[in-house]
């Protein structure tokens, strides 16, 4: 029998296979740990990040999307929050583990899709994205929105660092499917980052990462946004 579209999940894979297969290429980036790739380079946390809770961001729970090599995960459990962290990638998961053995920092990783991810409904106090997002489908956003608000608390915060147009071409949803490519990722416009989160969050900051030069305890790009949302 022939694949047909019979629930929303057959829309989601179908639209997923017009694209690339993102398991390999993402074991592959992670293959080359002494790649210059900026936050490869980084031990330290993001700066807005460092900055959040040097103004007295004091998650308990906390969950992290597309961890990479741990470094803002890392640092949130060294000051004192509990802190899930999942990556697609098992390569990214097994450098990060490596990363917080070293740092004596306790954190549960797993190797997981977010799509594929259990958790307990509305027990995170915050939950942090440095990175994914802008490589994420259009087609897949809805879904990441009402995972990130399900597994907040009420009045819960979300922060979140992605592309701006300077880190990647704005492409329009409808052209990321015409041409069948993310072309690296997205990159947003403020507008763009409003339109898709206002309706559940507030923004409490919205502005350009500071760039950090390495080496430095700190990672910081221009081309990155760097947001702090509270969930409505």
């Avoid at 993310?182 to 403020?190: A, D, N, R, V």
Wanted: charged residues 30%; glycine residues 8%.
């Amino acid at each position: 029998m022939e694949k047909a579209i019979l629930h929303y999940d057959d829309l989601l894979e179908m639209l997923d296979g017009l694209l690339r297969e993102p398991k390999a290429f993402w074991e592959n980036f992670y293959e080359d740990r002494d790649k210059e790739i900026p936050f490869f380079i980084a031990k330290g946390p993001d700066e807005n990040l460092y900055e959040y809770v040097q103004n007295g961001l004091r998650p308990e729970k906390t969950l992290e999307i597309g961890c990479g090599p741990g470094r803002n995960a890392i640092f949130l459990a060294k000051n004192g929050a509990q802190v899930d962290a999942i990556d697609f990638s098992e390569k990214a998961i097994k450098w990060a583990a490596e990363r917080a053995k070293e740092a004596q920092a306790d954190i549960n990783f797993k190797h997981v899709s977010l799509f594929d991810f259990h958790f307990e409904p509305h027990t995170y106090d915050f939950i942090y994205d440095s990175g994914m997002f802008h490589h994420l489908p259009p087609h897949r956003r809805l879904t990441y929105l009402e995972i990130i608000k399900a597994a907040l608390k009420p009045g819960g915060k979300f922060g979140l660092v992605s592309f701006n147009t300077d880190g990647a071409l704005p492409t329009p949803d409808w052209e990321v499917y015409q041409h069948g490519s993310l072309k690296g990722g997205i990159g947003y416009t403020e507008e763009r980052l409003k339109v898709i989160f206002q309706n559940d969050f507030h923004f409490m900051e919205i502005r350009k990462m500071k760039k950090i030069q390495q080496p430095s305890n700190l990672f910081g790009e221009d081309f990155l946004w760097a947001c702090l949302m509270r969930l409505k």
